[in-house]
Nanobody, 126 residues
Framework: QVQMAESGGGLVQAGGSLRLSCAGS????????MGWYRQAPGKQREMVAV???????KYLDSVKGRFAISRDFAKGTVDLQMNSLKPEDTAVYYC????????????????????WGKGTLVTVSS
């Protein structure tokens, strides 16, 4: 089993920045990707950014150039630096990890992620 624990989040004005941090624990050798998903009120969960063990980092199109994900493979941590925040970024952000999947859209679907943190709320005021 793997556990994910987020920290960070909170209330920020539009244009501001926040940093989310996450630490994984347990059988991290089984993990092939770590990253972040989010769920806004009334919407489905969506991938924000994911770093697979092999291959390229993936970002949601609407956060490219504003958000940056960093993963420390040795420590089992993954951080999300969020800049130029917009009200539409308001959501509960989840730290996630996955054991593996196949296909072009691998890790871009919530069903591809096996372990989820409890989530942390990010609120961006206009």
């Amino acid at each position: 089993q793997v556990q994910m624990a987020e920290s960070g989040g909170g209330l920020v004005q539009a244009g501001g920045s926040l940093r989310l941090s996450c630490a994984g624990s347990g059988n991290l050798f089984s993990i092939n990707a770590m990253g972040w998903y989010r769920q806004a009120p009334g919407k489905q969960r969506e991938m924000v950014a994911v770093v697979p063990n092999v291959g390229s980092t993936k970002y949601l199109d609407s956060v490219k150039g504003r958000f940056a994900i960093s993963r420390d493979f040795a420590k089992g941590t993954v951080d999300l630096q969020m800049n130029s925040l917009k009200p539409e970024d308001t959501a509960v952000y989840y730290c996630v990890s996955g054991r593996g999947c196949t296909g072009y859209a691998c890790y871009e679907r919530s069903i591809d992620m096996d372990y989820w943190g409890k989530g942390t709320l990010v609120t961006v005021s206009s």
